[in-house]
Every structure is written in C-alpha cells, then in structure tokens.
C-alpha cells in the first residue's frame, strides 16, 4: 500500500521533501528527517489549509556504546503508598538500576511533606549501597510533590551534562498537597526543566494520583507519562522507560520551520510551539534509536495557479548527536502542486502524514470530550466520544491503519466508562492516551 | 515550754522548705523563660540564614542575567533563543527611555506567549513602573551608595543599574529583573515563578534536628510552599517566629511555629524534688538534734529525780530512825554536856536537811505524775513559820547571818501546815546556799481578812531581771558560778510555787532594792480554790 502511494506521488511529478544532510559523511549515526504533506497535490483556486509533517527517527544504536544517562528516581513515600505499592516501587527502582552499569549516574529522592536524598547523585558503582538505601525506605505523610521534583532536578543538575541523558523519573499515587499543586504551575516548571535538558517523565500508581498535573509536568518537560493501576506492572513501566532512557540518540533538538511569504504556520499539534510570524520552532529534548517523533505544523496556504508548484517549508532541525558528540543540521523541504483534479489531491494523499493528522485532531476532540464530562454532561461527553470514534474508524478504514482502529475501539471504551466507579480509571487512561500520542510514546 | 520550743524547731524547719520550694518555682519559671528566650532566639537566627541563603541565590541570579542581557544582540531572534534557552525566565522585554516597548514590540509579529506576556504587563510598560522603582532605588541608596546589595559596588552614579521588581498577579508574586544599558534602555526578564520556587527549595539546608516544629515557606497567598522537617505544619498555631523574606521577595516568609522549650523533663523534676527532699532532711534532722540537744539537761535532771525518788523512798526510813533516835538522845543528855549537845544539833539539823530534800523530791515526782495532794488541817502560820526559822537559825547564824523576823499572823486559818513548811525551808535554804554572803534575813508575816502573806528576803546578789521567770522552772539554776561548792536539785522553787497554788495561792518574787525579796500569800478565807 504505501509503495503503490509513493509511486502515484512520484508519477504525479510532485517532489514531496528531501533530506539534505550538511556534509555528512554516512548517514548510519544521523537523525533521519522527513518532511511531508498531507497533501502534496493541492486544488488550485481558493485557500486552503493542509497539514506539515516533520518526521524525525533517530538512528539505530547497533553495536555502538549507549548514551551515559544520569538519572534521579523520585519516589513517593506518602501514606498511601503502604504495602505492595511502596514495595512494588522499590523493587522497580532497584531493577532499574541494575540495568545501569558506571558509565551513568544515578540519585535516588524520596517524599512526603518533605523531601530526602536517599542516594545523592553517583557513579552507578556501589549498587549494593544504593539498594540498602532503597529497601530502608518507609511510607510517611503528606505529598510534597513540588519540592521533590525540584530535588531530583537538583541531584540530576550536579551532573548536568548535554553529553548524557538527564532525566528525572517521577513516581506519585497521591495529591499533591503541599507546595504548588495546579497543572499550569508543574507545567512552568517542567517547561524551565525542558529549557536545560532535563526530561521528567511522570508514573502514575493507583487511582488517587493527579492525572493533569502529571501529564502537563511530563508533556512540558518532554518526558513520558505512564498510569499504572497495579502496583504488579511497575516494574514493566519502569523497565520500557529506562528501554527508552537508554536509547537515546540525541538530545536538544530544535525543529525551524520557515514558510515563505502567504503561507502561515497556524499551530502546532500535540506539542507546545513558538510562533511568530512565517516561522515555527519546536524544541523537544531527546530522539530515541529507532523510533519516530514528528511535528505536525497547520498550514494555511493562498489559492495557487492550476499547475503551479509552489515550496511550502523549509525545514531545519539541529541537533546534538549523543554518538558522534557532536552538533548536526538536517534541513528538508516541502512543496505542493496545484492541480484542478480533485481525484488526484484525493489519491496523492500522503496516507502517514494522514494517520498523524487523525491521530492528533482525534486526541484534542477527546481532550473536549473529557472537559465536557468534567462539567458534568455526561451524555455529551459520550456523543462526543462516539463520534470522535466513528471519526477514526472511517479514517481507519480509508488510511488502512491498525493504530487508528485500535485509537477507535479505546475511544469506544472510554464512552462506556464516563459513570460510576469507572471514572477515576477511564479519565487516567484517557490522559494517559493523549499524553502518548502528543509525544509519539513508543510503549 | 516545751511546745513553743517544738513550734520553733517546726519554724526553723518549715520557713526555709516554703522558702526553698517558693524559690525553686521561681528559678525554674524564669530559667524556662530564659530558655524560651534563647531557643526562639535561634529559631530566629536560623531563619535569617535561610533568608541570606535565598538572597544569595537571586544576587546569582542577577549576575547572570547581567551577563546574558550583556550578551545578547537586541534582535528578536536572538532574544526568543534567549528565553528558549534559559530555564530561570519566561520572558525578556526592552523598553526605550521615551517608554516604548522595543521588544516585544506590540506592533511586530509576536508569539501567543508573548501576546499574554504584553497583555498580563500592560501597565507596567505603560505607566513605566519600571523606571520610577528604579528612581525609588535610587533615592533609598542614595544617602550611602556604597551600602547597597555588592553587585554595583563599583558604580559612581546613586541611581542603580539594576534591580528587581515585585510583581503581583495570579498566582502572586513575581519578580522582573531589569537593568538599564548604556543607550538608556532598560532590557529586563520576567522570572519563572515556578523556577525561582524550586530553586529556593533546593537552597535551603536541610533540617537540623528531628524533633524541632518544621519551618515553613508561606507565599504571598499564604500558603505552605515548602517545608523542612518532621511535623504538620499549621498556620493558626498562636506562637510562631516569622520572618518576611528580604524585598523583593518580601511577599514571602518563612515560618517556625514555637513550641515553647523542652518543659522541665522527669529528670529536672525528679533532681528538683530530690534536691529539696535532702534539704528537708537535713532541716528535720537539725530540728530533732536541737530539739534533742536543748532537752538534753530536762532529760538528764528528770532522771536524775527518777533516780533519786526511787533512793529517797528507800532513804526515808533509815532517816526517820535517824532522827528519831538523835531527838530521843538529845532529851537523854546531860544539861552540861555542851559539847556533845552542839554536835547532836547538827546531827539533827543536817538530818532534817536530809529529809526536807527528800521530801523535795518526792513533792516533785507526785507533782509530775500530778499527785501531789494537800491535807489542809486548822492551823496557825506564825507556829509554822517560827518553826522553819527555827531549824534554820543554827546554820544561818553558823554561816553569818543575822536573822530578823516580824511574825503577824496568828490567826488560825486552814492549810496544810507541811507543805507550807517545806515552802519556806526552800525559801530559807536557798538563802542559806545563796546569800548567806549578805548577812542578813527578814522573815515577816501578816495577815488581812482574807489572806496571809509570808515574805522571805535577803541582802544576797539578788535574782537578775531576765531570769526572773525562770527561776520557777524546774532544774534551773542561776549560773554555775552561783552554784559553786553549793549543791541542789534545781526543783526547790518549783515545788514551792506548785505547793502555793495547790493552796489557792502565790509564790513570787518582788521586787526590792537589794537582794531577792520572796513572798508567800495564802487565801484564809473564801477565794481558795487550788488543785487537789
């Protein structure tokens, strides 16, 4: 399918991107751009708007040495945390640093109302210390969140380091109740967290846990964000995110996005955007091997002449490459072809970039469905559900995509969970979805 | 006597413990409030180290922005890359002398965050805030440049380059650094509320002690921002140290709620009531030793009566032979027998001594078991009288003193003849032991309507004044010089007053010019009341 799709796209003579690479000699340790429309032949005569994909895949990791990683395990130590969770949490966290080996850094922060390093930032050589340190711990009071986001930021700081992985792992089933404890705040601070490389991704535990808060500190920080329910799969969750901490590839990465004069950036989806004028600049803060991330831009274009092409975007991504340690440039490019024959614009349809354009309109119609239920309509929240899956199963269906029926059938679920007891659950995976598409999670 | 002696000791024992305990309550009341004093002392202290800690951290934060502002090109570009890349800020501006807004400037193309950043601003670059706080600066340093904040130490010009400025809206308070360069302009960044928090939080030290109330952070909405240490923190707790944080951030404050000190534990306590039980020991003990030391001679002499009671009943018969066989020889002797006659009269005259103490004793140990009865018959208390004198004269005359008498009662009255007689031999014998040096005795008696009255007086050296009452007590003798070479049981008066008061009587001591002046008054009639 997708091979007969790029072939129409080259017969219809549309030149869709290329990555150009700055004098690079091989490209096996770089990170792969690709820039594509969603539709790449556009219908001449009025305005229009269309969708930009800035795909960036980071290179496999192979035989190469990984990326050092220095890492603060925060953990929640507050009342709710007695028995299987804390023990569960424990046993994560010593698992996961087991998979670490001197090369990495570790820290280890554990709060209630107040906050204490159970293993200052090190050198990940005396597990057996650390361990003991971890196993000692014991559940306390109240959830000072704030502060102990800001100590694992802290211990994670002392070894600040554009050459590691810095990451903060979070770790709360409970209210934040002491300290600042609304999203927009723990979004500001994972934002500043962002601006010097540090990721916190966030682990909700259990149903009592603030799922907007941590999703904002994890989306605006550019980390991963996980809701587990069993206390059992903590392990699992912690073992994909140190998979994914591990991977690194490469780190401050920042998308430009250029249009020429008439075209205009509308928004960013999913992510957060700076945009002014003709230009776009999304930052995000690693690419893992293998895996894709991708700005989706909304472009407005003016009306063009019937066989007229005309570039859209210019595309420029730096980047620091953790293998080659040094700062890399991809650029790459995107135009359109102004045609009057509406079946061709249907069949040069750019079905990937399709797929992302549904994924990502699907997830802020969910976010609307979800404040509708928080304002109690529930039977609207419920239409608005069911329509947002009828939506993706027929984009599923015509885009042929496995991802988006299963993004349907979710969408289906979560109607069904909007009453009841259900609730607290369903709304922790309705955020912990829209969280992983946003970020393009790969677990 | 006895129990005001024994009221005494209590005092003596009891005033110091009320005392002791009174101040002991006081020391300790003042020593916690001392305490009190020094602990919130250090809570303060501690405090003001957190504050400097907090002021040191913006006086960094200032010194950076000072060096990106510096370095930074005034294009939009470069400053958009500025706040992309600088975690401490959400925001730079530059605002020209004439109040423009140069970035970001309101007509240009601009970035949703820095529409709301314009909009949340508006009246800080409109009514240029910025430039009067920096002209108030400027007058408040402007008495003593030199004491400012070390960052522009070394400028020469009072108004300030730089500074901060408290901006309150939303969620409270936020700061704007600015600073003025050299074109006039003032280039500043609004800090991230939320940044500059977290690091605060991660400046302060950690907790001290464990069992000390946790300090909080409190913003300017008044809420707990942070804490450090064990405890819940609780805002309405009535006693706490507060100290609001140095401007600009003087919005905030960090609290300690007191406790109060550690209270006097069991251990001061029980040391406390410890130190005061030995006290009180040793006060009874001091008590019971004087108390002991001072009954000792009472003691002593009682015994000694005992003693003497017990031989005085076994003496008296043998005695009473004694005498009886000596009047019987000195009836048989021959009228010229002068000699042997002198030498009987001091047989019987030192017999009927001999007898008169016993008597003495026994009067007394009746007293005490308070048995002492009187067998009051009609009699005369000049025969009575004239008898006494009589057994005296040849001892008194012996040792030199003249003896004068005035008898003037003859009336029969009733009494109990013996006991009036050993009255007066007490009388008379304490003469002969203590003032025979003055060589002279009256004996006078009267009688009135209803009594009669012996008085006993001499030219001896007299009684002194403070130990006039005294001397009825038992066992108490003048001094022991008086009493040198002269013996005496120390109960003679005693017995004599007690035997004047069994009659209705008195016996006293009054007073005259020269010696000790005794007199005996004896109800004849009506009024006799006495013990039986």
């Known amino acids: 399918m997708s091979r007969r799709h790029t072939a129409r796209i080259w017969i219809a003579g549309t030149v869709v991107a290329s990555a150009l690479l700055a004098a690079a000699p091989a490209s096996a340790t770089r990170v792969h751009l690709d820039v594509d429309l969603a539709q790449p032949m556009l219908e001449a005569g009025a305005d229009r708007t269309t969708y930009l994909k800035i795909g960036l895949t980071g290179f496999e990791l192979g035989t190469q040495l990984r990326t050092s990683v220095n890492v603060a395990i925060v953990l929640d130590r507050s009342g709710s945390m007695q028995g299987e969770k804390l023990e569960r949490a424990k046993e994560a966290a010593i698992a996961a640093i087991d998979r670490l080996t001197a090369q990495d850094i570790v820290s280890v922060i554990a709060y209630d109302h107040q906050v204490r390093v159970l293993v200052p930032a090190t050198r990940v050589s005396d597990t057996e210390q650390m361990r003991a340190a971890i196993r000692s711990l014991e559940v306390g009071g109240n959830t000072a969140l704030f502060a102990g986001v800001s100590k694992g930021a802290a211990e994670v700081r002392k070894f600040l380091d554009r050459h590691r992985v810095n990451r903060v792992i979070l770790l709360s089933d409970g209210l934040a109740n002491v300290g600042p404890d609304s999203p927009s705040e723990l979004g500001s601070l994972g934002l500043s967290f962002k601006k010097e490389g540090i990721s916190v991704t966030t682990i909700g535990l259990g149903l009592g846990y603030h799922e907007d808060l941590m999703t904002r500190l994890a989306g605006a920080s550019d980390g991963n964000h996980a809701f587990v329910e069993h206390p059992r799969d903590l392990a699992r969750i912690f073992d994909n995110e140190f998979g994914d901490v591990l991977s690194v590839v490469a780190q401050e990465v920042v998308v430009y996005i250029h249009c020429p004069p008439g075209v205009r950036p509308l928004r960013v989806l999913g992510r957060d955007a700076e945009i002014v004028g003709s230009t776009a600049v999304v930052t995000l803060n690693q690419l893992y091997a293998d895996q894709e991330k991708y700005v989706l831009l909304e472009l407005e274009v003016p009306g063009g002449r019937r066989g007229e092409r005309r570039p859209l975007a210019d595309v420029e991504v730096t980047y620091a490459n953790m293998a080659t340690k040094s700062s890399e440039r991809v650029t790459g490019q995107a135009s359109a072809f102004f045609t009057d024959q509406t079946e061709l614009v249907r069949r040069a349809e750019n079905r990937e970039v399709m797929v992302a354009v549904v994924e990502q309109v699907a997830t802020e119609r969910n976010e609307l469905a979800l404040a509708l239920r928080d304002q109690g309509k529930i039977e609207e929240a419920q239409r608005a559900l069911l329509d947002n899956a009828s939506y993706i199963q027929q984009n599923a269906v015509d885009l042929d995509s496995e991802s988006l029926s299963k993004l349907a059938t979710e969408n289906v679920q979560q109607s069904e969970g909007l009453e009841g007891a259900d609730w607290e659950r369903s709304r922790k995976q309705m955020r912990e979805t829209q969280e992983k598409v946003k970020q393009q999670r790969s677990w | ?532």
Do not use: C
């Open chain 2, 1 to 532: 006597m006895q129990r005001r002696l024994v009221i005494v000791l209590v005092l003596i024992v009891v005033t110091p413990l009320v005392a002791l305990a009174w101040l002991g309550v006081r020391m300790a009341r003042s020593e916690q409030r001392l305490v009190r004093q020094r602990i919130q002392e250090a809570l303060i202290a501690r405090l003001r180290d957190m504050d400097a800690r907090i002021q040191g951290l913006l006086e960094q934060r200032a010194q950076r922005l000072i060096e990106l502002t510096d370095a930074v090109e005034y294009r939009a570009e470069a400053l958009r890359k500025l706040v992309r890349s600088t975690p401490e800020i959400d925001q730079v501006f530059i605002q020209a002398p004439d109040g423009s807004l140069l970035h970001p400037a309101p007509g240009g193309e601009l970035s949703q965050a820095e529409r709301e950043f314009l909009f949340r601003a508006r009246r800080i670059f409109a009514d240029r805030v910025l430039w009067s706080s920096m002209a108030e600066e400027g007058s408040r340093k402007a008495p003593n440049p030199a004491s400012g904040p070390g960052l522009g130490a070394a400028q020469t010009v009072t108004r300030p380059d730089h500074g901060w400025y408290a901006w309150y809206w939303d969620q409270g308070l936020h700061l704007i650094f600015w600073r003025q360069d050299r074109h006039g302009n003032l280039i500043g960044a609004e800090l991230s509320r939320e940044r500059l928090l977290s690091d605060v939080i991660n400046e302060l030290p950690p907790p001290a002690d464990e069992g000390s109330p946790p300090i909080a952070l409190v913003d300017s909405r008044g809420e707990v921002v942070f804490q450090l240490g064990e405890g819940v923190v609780d805002l309405s707790a009535p006693s706490a140290v507060e100290l609001p944080l140095t401007p600009p951030l003087g919005g905030w404050r960090l609290r300690q709620e007191d406790r109060g000190g550690p209270a006097i534990g069991t251990a001061g306590l029980l040391a406390g009531a410890g130190g005061f039980l030995a006290v009180a020991l040793a006060l009874g003990w001091l008590g019971i030793y004087l108390y002991r030391e001072s009954t000792r001679d009472l003691r002593e002499a009682a015994q000694r009566v005992r003693f003497v009671n017990q031989v005085s009943h076994e003496l008296r018969t043998p005695l009473t032979n004694i005498r009886l066989y000596a009047e019987l020889l000195e009836q048989q002797l021959d009228d010229d027998d002068e000699h042997a006659r002198e030498q009987l009269a001091v047989i019987v005259s030192e017999s009927h001594r001999l007898s008169r103490l016993i008597g003495n004793v026994l009067a007394f140990a009746r007293q005490q078991r308070g048995r002492l009865q009187l067998h009051p018959k009609m009699a005369v208390l000049d025969d009575t009288a004239a008898t006494v004198i009589e057994h005296f004269r040849p001892s008194l005359e012996r040792a030199g003193v003249v003896v004068e008498t005035s008898l003037a009662a003859p009336a029969p009255f009733p009494f109990d003849a013996d006991a009036v007689e050993q009255v007066l031999a007490n009388l008379l014998s304490n003469v002969e032991k203590y003032a025979a040096a003055g060589g002279w005795l009256r004996v006078a008696s009267s009688q009135g309507g209803e009594s009669a009255t012996v008085t006993v007086e001499d030219h001896g050296p007299g009684i002194p004044r403070e130990k006039v009452d005294a001397i009825f007590e038992p066992f108490v003798r003048l001094s022991d010089r008086l009493n040198e070479g002269v013996s005496g049981t120390g109960i003679g008066l005693t017995i004599a007053r007690e035997l004047a008061r069994l009659h209705g009587g008195e016996l006293r001591l009054v007073a005259s010019a020269q010696g000790a002046r005794f007199e005996l008054w004896l109800p004849t009639e009506t009024g006799r009341g006495g013990r039986t």
